[in-house]
C-alpha cells in the first residue's frame, strides 16, 4: 500500500512538472510571436484565451473615399460572400436579400440549409436612406476568421431609398453597436454579442483606419485598413492607449469637455459639445459638430489657414460643398490648423486627440478633377442635427479600440502609412496626449430634459373638469331662463303663432 502511495505522488509531482513546463514553453512562444493572452472570468471560472490571429486579419477592411470601410462576410450553407459596411454606429446585420440596380450581388436564402426566418418585420432609417426586411437566422461568420460560426440574427433588406451607393462594393451593414439601439428592439441581439456568446472570442475589437494612402505620390481612391476581433494588436500603435469612458451603452456614447483650435479653446460651455450626445461611429465620414459648435469650429479653422495673397478657399468650400485642389502630391497640409478634442477619461481627467488637415480634408478621388493631374479634397467637417459624431475621418488618424469588457473606446498614434510623401514631418502634430486633471467632466453630460407630456395631460384633463364643473351651474341657469321665456312669450295675449318650423324665432317676437 506504501509503495503504490509513493508511486501515486510520484507520478503526481511528475505531471505537475511537466505542466509548468509546458506553460512556460507557451508563454515564452506567445512573447516571442507577440500572441496576447488574458486572463477572464466567466461565470466563476477562470481560463485562457488565445486572441485571434491577427496576421489573418490583416487587411480586412477596404473601401472608397465617402462611402465607408466594409469587411467580407459570409452567410448560410453553403456560405454566400457579402460585403458589408462596418458601422460602430448601429446595431443591426442587415443584407441586400433581393436584387437592387446599385449592387451586383445579395444573399439568396433560397440556397441556404441552415436559413431560418423570423416572421417579423424590421424598418431602420439613417441620416441618409432607409430600408425594410425581413428578420431570419442563419450561420455567418467574418471571411477571416476561419472556424468562427455563429448562428446570428440577419436583417433580409428587400427594399431600400438612398441607403445602397452605387460603386461602394458593399451589399449590407455590420452594426456594431450595443442591443439597445437594434431595430426593431433591443430583444434583438447583435452579431458581435451573439459572436462572444457563443465563441471564446473576447469582448473587444478595435479598428485601424488608414484610409486613402500613397500609392508612389499619386492618392488612391480606395482605402484600407483591419477589424481586430477579439483584442489588440500592438503592433498597430505607439505610444500609450487612452481611453474615453463609455457614457452610455447604446451607441459608444463618450463625453467631449473641449474642444481647440490651432491649441486656442472655442470656450464654449462644454455640454454644448455633447448636445444631445458624442459618439464614435465608423459609419459616419465627417466629423459632424451641433450647427452653433460647427459654425464656430468653421469660422476658426477658416481664420487659421492662413493662404498666400488672394487665393483663398470659397465659402462654398467651407460648407462642404466645394472641392480644393493641388497637384499631385504637394498637398500643402501645414496651411491649415491642428484641432484638438478633448475627451472625458473618467470625472476627473482627460485627454487629448490632436487632428490635423490630413484627416479633416478628405480625398475624394478624380470624380471631381477632370484633368485627373491634381489630388482634391473635400471639408470634412460638417452640422449636425444629432449631437457630435467622430466619424471615419477622426478615426483615420488613430488606432481605436472598442473595449466593451470595461465599457470605454481606447485612442492611440496609429501606425498607418503616411497619406503622402509630402506629409511625413506633419505626422507628429497628429498625437495623443497623456491624461490630466479636469475638474468635474460629469457636468459636461447631456442631459435631455424629463418628458412630461404625461404630466401635462393629466393637468389639461384636470383644468377641463374644472372648467367643466364652473360651466355647468351657467349652462343649466342659461336654459332656465330660455324655458321660462318661452313659456312667457307662448301665453302673451294678442300675438297669433305660426306653427311653421321653417320660421324663425325673430320673425315670432313682436318689433319693439
Known amino acids: ?116 426566418s423570423l416572421d417579423k418585420e424590421v424598418y431602420v432609417p439613417y441620416t441618409q436612406g432607409d430600408w425594410k426586411g425581413e428578420l431570419a437566422q442563419d450561420t455567418v461568420r467574418i471571411a477571416t476568421l476561419a472556424d468562427v460560426n455563429v448562428t446570428a440574427i440577419i436583417a433580409c433588406i428587400k427594399s431600400s431609398q438612398n441607403f445602397f451607393i452605387n460603386g461602394s462594393l458593399w451589399e449590407g451593414i455590420l452594426g456594431l453597436a450595443y442591443a439597445d439601439i437594434a431595430r426593431p428592439d433591443s430583444s434583438i441581439t447583435p452579431f458581435f454579442d451573439s459572436l462572444v456568446s457563443e465563441t471564446a472570442v473576447d469582448n473587444i475589437f478595435s479598428m485601424q483606419l488608414c484610409g486613402t494612402m500613397d500609392n508612389g505620390g499619386e492618392i488612391d481612391v480606395g482605402m484600407g485598413g483591419t477589424l481586430i476581433v477579439g483584442g489588440i494588436d500592438s503592433t498597430r500603435y505607439t505610444g500609450e492607449i487612452q481611453y474615453a469612458k463609455v457614457h452610455k451603452e447604446w451607441y459608444y456614447e463618450i463625453v467631449m469637455v473641449d474642444l481647440k483650435i490651432d491649441h486656442i479653446s472655442l470656450g464654449m460651455d462644454c455640454k454644448e459639445y455633447n448636445f444631445d450626445k458624442t459618439i464614435v461611429d465608423s459609419g459616419t465620414t465627417n466629423l459632424r459638430l451641433p450647427k452653433a459648435v460647427f459654425e464656430k469650429v468653421r469660422a476658426a479653422v477658416q481664420r487659421g489657414t492662413v493662404f498666400q495673397g488672394d487665393n483663398q478657399p470659397p465659402l462654398e468650400f467651407w460648407r462642404g460643398e466645394d472641392v480644393l485642389c493641388w497637384p499631385e502630391g504637394l498637398i500643402p497640409w501645414e496651411l491649415f490648423p491642428p484641432i484638438t478634442i478633448t475627451l472625458a477619461k473618467s470625472d476627473n481627467s482627460t485627454f487629448d486627440i490632436i487632428i490635423t488637415g490630413q484627416q479633416y480634408l478628405r480625398a475624394v478621388g478624380d470624380q471631381y478633377d477632370p484633368t485627373e493631374n491634381d489630388d482634391c479634397f473635400k471639408f470634412a467637417i460638417a452640422p449636425s442635427d444629432s449631437g457630435t459624431v467622430l466619424g471615419a475621418v477622426v478615426m483615420e488618424g488613430f488606432y481605436v479600440i472598442f473595449d466593451r469588457e470595461n465599457q470605454r473606446v481606447g485612442f492611440a498614434e496609429t501606425t498607418c502609412p503616411n497619406r503622402t510623401p509630402s506629409s511625413e514631418r506633419y505626422r507628429s502634430l497628429r498625437a495623443v496626449s497623456q491624461s490630466y486633471y479636469w475638474n468635474n467632466t460629469s457636468s459636461c453630460w447631456y442631459v435631455k430634459p424629463a418628458d412630461n407630456s404625461s404630466t401635462l395631460l393629466i393637468v389639461a384633463y384636470v383644468m377641463a373638469g374644472v372648467s367643466t364643473a364652473c360651466l355647468l351651474p351657467l349652462v343649466a341657469m342659461i336654459i332656465h331662463y330660455q324655458l321660462m321665456e318661452c313659456r312667457r312669450r307662448y301665453f302673451r295675449p294678442g300675438i297669433q303663432r305660426d306653427e311653421n318650423p321653417l320660421f324663425s324665432d325673430e320673425e315670432l317676437i313682436a318689433p319693439h
Open 1 to 116: 500500500m506504501m509503495e503504490m502511495t509513493s508511486i501515486t505522488s510520484f507520478v503526481q509531482t511528475i505531471s505537475m512538472m511537466l505542466i509548468v513546463i509546458f506553460s512556460m514553453q507557451v508563454l515564452t512562444l506567445a512573447r516571442v510571436f507577440q500572441i496576447p493572452m488574458k486572463l477572464y472570468s466567466s461565470s466563476g471560472s477562470s481560463r485562457y484565451s488565445v486572441v485571434g490571429n491577427f496576421s489573418i486579419e490583416e487587411g480586412n477592411l477596404a473601401g472608397k473615399p465617402g462611402q465607408g470601410y466594409y469587411i467580407e462576410m459570409l452567410l448560410g450553407t453553403p456560405p454566400q460572400k457579402l460585403d458589408v459596411l462596418v458601422d460602430t454606429g448601429s446595431s443591426n446585420f442587415a443584407v441586400a436579400a433581393a436584387p437592387h440596380p446599385d449592387i451586383l450581388k445579395y444573399f439568396n436564402s433560397d440556397l441556404s440549409s441552415t436559413f431560418s
